[in-house]
């Protein structure tokens, strides 16, 4: 198996408009909320980055313990959707330092933009580990569970130092952990992607497995 | 031979790889490779060994991660005085004949520094100098800063270097495939800033192969006056049939390696994927390479973290209105310590044009030193532009200096000795480009040739502390023609010659020749297109003057410095007056309004609502306007919000629209009448957590219903909410925390406001948080969301009254 980290970087990922104006809430889209997209889209176009950074993981599950060879993680969720693999990938993903830098400016003179900024940046990393699956599982021809990150379910944010020092995030993709286990640039994910050889897997909804049960969105996924 | 006459004179052999073959030799993913060398030193000394005998000159310490944020000072210690054991260990068994060097390798923390992440300046400059004091005791030939991808990091760690050792320093940063760094700079940028700094020898390592690296390496070399470093990966690394593959040869390596130093380049090695064979290959290929000469390039060059401005290009403009002088509504915002209004003004000046904001907080009543650092720091949050220190207090400048990311310019030092001998060393250190006023013990000379003859003094003396005349800007002091009206004369007569006779750049205050006269404006933009005309590179002007805009764009159309008169046309518009950009948003219901700047204020029309506001001043009374119109308004808007028949972007919008009309009536009442709100509302995001945005748009809700928001930003530790709680004896203190991770933060500072200030009221909120679990941690009150939150502060504001 390969041990070696591998990179990848697109040139661009087709948007989701849909998906931004429901992060802002929006059941209908107003005209001038389209605009504002608009232009907030055009400035910042060509700043974004998108990377990601990946590796291919033998697992072994005991016990709702997921042995991943290079560390161990005990989490019933993560257990229950890695369920019959015996590989994961393991990867993090980026869309770069200037969104945060867009956000911080507009936090201070115009805070309608910092909202939609917000959204637009998580539409892009959302859209972007999308599109890192379905490349994985095109290229490899391979079915792959939902992806999994750390924060869902039972799964500890603590997995994000092994996932960092396993991954070598900062070298590969400038990604950095602080010391409350936030990632920067903001706008990234980590997550446990389950090559499955039988079933598709599908079967979770996000929803159910979170805490946050006073969510507008719940169940809407 | 010492490392510093080996590299003026040699071309220098760096080592490959070590991480892949530590690797191959067992060391797995996630495992601290630094440990390795007391686990495994034979391991390490031989992969030296083997770089020393391939013809390496310099070997790197395996020491790449080695820093207190993950050893203890004691595994640290031992971490490094092995790592260095091991590296002499192999140059005494070598068999090369080479002059060998070690270096002790500085990797980067892995911790994004502030404002976007959570580690301090300070701090990692700490980090840095604990692992460099160690390396330097324990002896060492040279330091190497490496793989870097964020240059305010780098300067962390070269800072480190210069205040912990004497030892020379080579820095290496890794550019992406855009040629940038992951945080925005570019080759040219870096070769600024760390030269200024006094880097030995600057280049590229890692992400890329040789290929990739060349365009960074060009641009590195056209701009170096140093060595430049080149020491790339083994091309791209790619799996196949599951094996780790690096897609070029050792052979091809060399060949692509040898074309670079063909180009310039002094410094070279392998980074991730190259091996001894890499290496032997690349010392046999260049064996014959004749050195090239290391020419000096005289640019003068200021930088943020992204963006160069070159003073060679064309004159730059320096926006001056970040500076109390004169501005009673500026004066207010520095004692209020109200940060945002700095940023607003530097943000609104780049949007005008201009190149570099002056920065100038200086004000009797205030602790200058901390101001200017939060006004540096936080500028250089929100604006990519280069910014002008510009203050008398050395203690503030050397502050902000050392906080700056880039190579600001430094405003100023003039012909005094006891004044140059303060300033230079500042710049030597942190290095900038300095602006020098041609002023000395004697005041202002009367004469061009005097001013002369003081900026040779400076000249002269600025080469005594290693300065170079290129990093100064001579500014030959614009005085009223009201009062001597030779004055104008006389500073572009000096400007002129200090141009051409000393080939320095000159800079230039503006608008003090017309202090005295009736429509200053004129004056003024007649007076800058002489000093253009005479060779001025650079002035401190206001960009809201259509006069020097109009001069400046007419300027540079006219003095072929702007192809098809593009800079021209695309602001000529601005020329005439102020034009009224109204903002599209409409509300999406139809509603009777009680007044205009009520309907302006829902619709989110900003410019309007500050103009209605303007116009209501001159019959109203502010607080009428306050309450009838403006508050009304938020109401509106704020019940729509709670009913769900207004989106938050809207809500955002009106709040923005009458945070306009707000700071109409601040200005209004900058005099002083009106004593301002005690209703104090204390706000922060907790400790570790580094989210924002809702804080923010709880704060701007917060304002607009009259309190008095103090921001005291994110990532506060408990003791300073606490300690400014207790200051205002605030009656409100809101936290914000994201993460669950956070939270015990949250709970924390809870615990300490409810002992040390049991009169405050706290609110909070945030993503993880519910009103169960906020119960459960001690606040007060859940607010769901931003109206919330305000509604809950009138009610605690009310009772308490």
């Not at chain 1, 900062?170 to 286990?181: A, D, E, H, Q, V």
């Not at chain 2, 209105?321 to 700095?342: H, M, S, V």
């Not at chain 2, 002023?439 to 000379?445: H, K, T, V």
């Not at chain 2, 805009?549 to 020329?575: G, P, R």
Request: charged share 25%; glycine share 6%.
């Amino acid at each position: 198996m390969s041990r070696t980290v591998l990179t990848h970087t697109y040139k661009s990922i087709p948007i989701c408009e849909k998906e931004i104006f429901r992060y802002l809430g929006y059941k209908t889209v107003p005209d001038y909320a389209k605009s504002l997209l608009y232009e907030c889209l055009s400035e910042i176009e060509n700043h974004l980055s998108y990377k990601v950074c990946y590796l291919e993981l033998p697992i072994k599950i005991k016990d709702n313990v997921c042995d991943f060879e290079l560390f161990c993680v005990s989490s019933k969720d993560l257990a229950n959707n890695l369920k019959n693999c015996k590989k994961a990938v393991l990867f993090a993903a980026t869309i770069g330092m200037e969104i945060d830098r867009y956000i911080a400016k507009y936090g201070k003179i115009s805070p309608t933009k910092a909202l939609m900024f917000e959204a637009l940046g998580s539409e892009r990393i959302e859209s972007l580990c999308d599109k890192f699956c379905q490349d994985i599982k095109h290229n490899s021809g391979v079915n792959l569970k939902p992806r999994f990150s750390p924060g869902y379910g039972d799964l500890p944010l603590d997995i994000q130092q092994n996932i960092f020092s396993v991954l070598d995030c900062n070298r590969k993709i400038g990604l950095t952990l602080n010391g409350s286990l936030i990632m920067s640039p903001s706008k990234s994910v980590t997550a446990f992607t389950g090559i499955s050889e039988n079933d598709t897997g599908a079967d979770f909804s996000k929803c159910s497995l979170c805490n946050k049960t006073n969510c507008e969105f719940r169940g809407n996924v | 031979m010492n490392f510093s006459d080996f590299l003026r004179n040699n071309l220098v052999i760096l080592d490959g790889g070590l991480g892949t073959l530590l690797q191959a030799k067992g060391l797995k993913p996630g495992e601290f490779p630094e440990l390795w060398n007391i686990t495994n030193p034979q391991i390490v000394t031989s992969i030296h060994k083997d770089y020393f005998d391939a013809g390496s000159n310099v070997v790197c310490t395996n020491t790449f991660g080695a820093n207190s944020l993950k050893f203890s000072d004691e595994e640290l210690e031992k971490i490094i005085k092995s790592a260095i054991d091991n590296a002499n260990k192999a140059k005494n068994t070598s068999s090369s004949n080479k002059d060998k060097f070690i270096a002790l390798d500085i990797g980067p923390t892995g911790r994004l520094l502030k404002p976007f992440g959570d580690l301090d300046f300070e701090e990692a400059v700490n980090i840095f100098a604990k692992t460099i004091k160690i390396g330097a005791e324990y002896g060492v030939d040279l330091i190497i800063i490496e793989t870097m991808n964020d240059s305010y990091e780098t300067k962390a760690a070269l800072l480190a270097a210069k205040e912990n050792c004497n030892l020379p320093v080579i820095v290496s940063n890794a550019y992406g495939s855009d040629g940038k760094l992951m945080t925005g700079a570019s080759p040219a940028l870096m070769v600024a800033m760390l030269e200024g700094m006094g880097a030995d020898a600057i280049g590229a390592n890692c992400s890329l192969g040789p290929k990739q690296l060349k365009t960074v390496a060009e641009e590195l070399l056209e701009n170096a006056s140093v060595p430049v470093v080149i020491k790339p990966n083994a091309g791209l690394p790619k799996s196949i049939n599951n094996k780790t593959v690096y897609d070029i040869s050792a052979e091809e390596f060399a060949k692509e390696m040898l074309e670079i130093a063909d180009m310039g380049a002094r410094v070279l090695g392998g980074c991730c994927g190259t091996t001894p064979e890499f290496i032997s290959n690349l010392a046999k290929k260049t064996k014959n390479s004749v050195l090239s000469e290391i020419t000096k390039k005289d640019r003068t060059v200021v930088t943020s973290y992204t963006k160069t401005v070159d003073f060679n290009n064309i004159p730059v403009l320096i926006g001056e209105r970040i500076n109390p002088t004169g501005k009673k509504r500026f004066k207010k915002a520095l004692i209020e310590n109200d940060i945002d209004y700095i940023l607003s003004e530097g943000v609104a000046q780049q949007e005008k044009g201009v190149h570099i904001l002056d920065v100038n907080v200086g004000l009797p009543e205030i602790n200058e030193t901390d101001l200017l650092k939060s006004a540096v720091t936080e500028l250089q949050a929100v604006s990519d532009l280069p910014l002008q220190i510009d203050t008398s207090s050395i203690p503030a400048m050397e502050t902000a200096l050392r906080y700056y990311n880039g190579k600001p310019m430094i405003n100023s030092v003039n012909g005094k000795e006891e004044n140059m001998a303060q300033i230079f060393p500042l710049v030597k250190k942190y290095g900038g480009v300095v602006v020098a006023l041609t002023l000395d013990e004697n005041g202002i000379p009367d004469s061009a040739e005097q001013r002369v003859k003081i900026a040779e003094k400076i000249i002269n003396t600025a080469k005594k502390y290693g300065i170079d005349k290129k990093d100064i800007v001579f500014d030959t002091l614009a005085m009223t023609i009201s009062a001597e009206k030779t004055s104008a004369l006389t500073t572009i007569s000096a400007l002129a010659k200090i141009k051409n006779e000393l080939g320095c750049h000159t800079s230039l205050g503006i608008s003090n020749v017309s202090f005295g006269l009736p429509q200053r404006d004129a004056i003024n933009g007649t007076f800058f297109a002489l000093a253009l005309q005479s060779g001025l590179s650079a002035a401190i002007i206001n960009p809201y003057s259509a006069d020097i805009m109009k001069t400046y764009y007419s300027f540079k159309a006219l003095s072929a410095l702007d192809d098809n008169c593009k800079d021209y046309i695309e602001n000529a518009d601005s020329f005439i007056t102020a034009v009224q950009n109204q903002q599209t948003a409409v509300a999406n219901q139809p509603r009777e309004f009680s007044s205009e700047l009520q309907k302006a204020i829902i619709k989110g029309f900003k410019e309007k609502s500050a103009e209605l506001t303007k116009e209501l001043l001159k019959t109203s009374n502010p607080l009428d306007i306050v309450n009838g119109d403006i508050i009304s308004a938020l109401d509106v808007v704020g019940i729509g919000f709670e009913n769900k028949t207004v989106y938050l972007p809207q809500l955002l919008m009106s709040a923005e629209a009458a945070k306009c009309a707000f700071e109409e009536i601040k200005s209004f009442m900058a005099d002083g009448k009106t004593k301002p709100s005690d209703d104090y509302f204390v706000i922060a995001t907790v400790k570790g957590d580094i989210h924002d945005i809702g804080k923010n748009i709880v704060k701007l809700l917060l304002q607009n219903y009259g309190f008095n928001v103090v921001d005291l930003g994110k990532d506060v530790p408990p003791e300073i909410i606490v300690r400014k709680v207790a200051e205002l004896k605030a009656p409100l203190c809101g936290l914000s925390a994201l993460m669950t991770t956070t939270v015990p933060a949250m709970e924390k500072t809870l615990e300490l406001l409810k002992k040390e200030t049991p009169w405050c009221k706290t609110v909070v909120g945030g993503a993880v948080l519910t009103e169960e679990y906020a119960e459960k941690i001690g606040a007060d009150k859940y607010a769901k969301d931003a109206m919330e939150t305000v509604r809950y502060a009138k009610e605690i504001i009310k009772n308490n009254k």
